[in-house]
């Protein structure tokens, strides 16, 4: 009897998107590349101007394999450098990688194997974060947990099956030149926003708990709380841009907002009663960074509520300010074509 013969795996393009990314990028370019799959890979790197030792580390990179290319991103801006790979790329899957993501070893096998199993135009899974020191292995804890993100699958993990978005993406190039890549002007939540725009299309976005990947958490409260705005002012930009896509999770952050601010201002001006919110909130977070630090150490524990109420507060006030002229800005705008660059006019 004849063996059967080895199925022709689809070549892949993994695009990243970097900005000052010198303590990361060599080890997430080399996860890519001992990745456990047979089929041709190419790494594309779109650099933005970073203020580190980024560049210089992306041309060893080349010089070492012939599989990794970079392409200029001058505005630093994350959608334009993808968009940039995007068109530098050649690949029918494209994955989606960030400087500081780590892929697990068979992270592209399985994401290869899913797209065909499911029909999904792009699957993702779970956004695993780990720490380096006490803070970042907070941080991990409160971005791994369900009162830091409540039912979020790509966060907390669960069940395979359709989903509104996942963490980063693995996707059919056709589904990505379709939709004309992603929306430049959205600084943050351009994943969402573009997974939105491939369901409203009859596209399948697929969560998997097999696939995983790495994630390294901000290393200061500072930086944790300009990424958790961030993502507020424009979860709110994409509420306003495509009406039905806010649900009850992405409210709860800043209700609270307006609910311990109302109980600080009316607990000093009316009645101590109404600290009882602001209190409320504190032993909430207290008690539920408990189960959520299990295994870390005393200095990590302590550090959790902190890491808990800097994610939920920043989020609620980067929601509730969020300036009106930013969407107007993204309707008006026009969303490049994105097309692999042998099939360029």
Same mark, same amino acid.
């Given at each position: 009897? #004849? ?21 990361? @990028? ?17 790494? =594309? ?21 012939? &599989? ?37 070893? #068979? ?41 830091? =993100?409540? #039912?979020? +699958?790509?966060?907390?993990? $669960? ?6 978005? =996942? /963490?980063? $993406? ?8 379709? %939709?004309?890549?992603? #929306? ?31 994630? &390294? ?21 994409? +509420? ?29 001006? @009316? ?16 008690? $539920? ?13 302590? %550090? ?12 609620? /006030? ?9 969407? &107007? ?9 994105? &097309?692999?660059?042998?099939? +360029?006019?």
């Amino acid at each position: 009897m #004849n063996a059967k013969p080895d199925v022709q795996l689809p070549a892949v393009s993994v695009i990243m998107p970097v900005l000052d990314e010198e303590r990361h @990028l060599r080890g997430a370019v080399q996860a890519i590349l001992a990745q456990e799959y047979a089929g041709e890979m190419e790494v =594309v790197i779109a650099l933005g101007p970073s203020k580190d030792r980024t560049d210089e580390i992306a041309a060893e990179l080349v010089r070492e394999d012939p &599989r990794v290319h970079t392409v200029p991103n001058p505005t630093g801006r994350t959608p334009a450098a993808l968009n940039a790979a995007i068109k530098a790329s050649r690949h029918p899957v494209v994955v989606r990688v960030d400087g500081h993501g780590m892929l697990s070893p #068979n992270y592209i096998a399985t994401a290869v194997r899913l797209l065909e199993e499911t029909g999904a135009q792009n699957v993702g899974g779970i956004m695993h974060a780990e720490g380096e020191n006490a803070w970042e292995d907070a941080v991990a804890a409160a971005m791994t947990s369900k009162i830091g =993100v409540g #039912n979020a +699958a790509f966060h907390t993990g $669960g069940q395979a099956g359709p989903a509104d978005t =996942v /963490y980063l $993406g693995v996707f059919r190039r056709e589904a990505l030149e379709q %939709q004309g890549g992603y #929306n430049e002007e959205f600084i943050r939540a351009q994943d969402w926003e573009l997974n939105f725009r491939i369901r409203e299309a009859g596209g399948l976005i697929w969560f998997s708990p097999e696939l995983r990947v790495s994630y &390294r958490p901000r290393p200061s409260v500072k930086a944790l709380a300009k990424q958790y705005k961030d993502y507020g002012r424009w979860r709110h930009v994409v +509420a306003r841009y495509h009406s039905g896509s806010i649900n009850l999770r992405y409210l709860a952050p800043p209700v609270a907002v307006c609910a311990i601010a109302a109980g600080l201002v009316v607990g000093a001006a @009316l009645t101590p009663l109404a600290f009882v919110i602001p209190g409320g909130y504190l032993a909430a977070i207290a008690l $539920g960074s408990l189960p959520a630090g299990k295994g870390l150490s005393l200095k990590a524990r302590l %550090q959790i509520p902190v890491a808990l109420a800097t994610m939920h507060m920043s989020w609620g /006030y980067g929601f509730l300010t969020s300036p009106k002229s930013l969407a &107007r800005k993204v309707i008006a705008s026009r969303r490049p074509a994105v &097309r692999r660059v042998d099939a +360029a006019s």
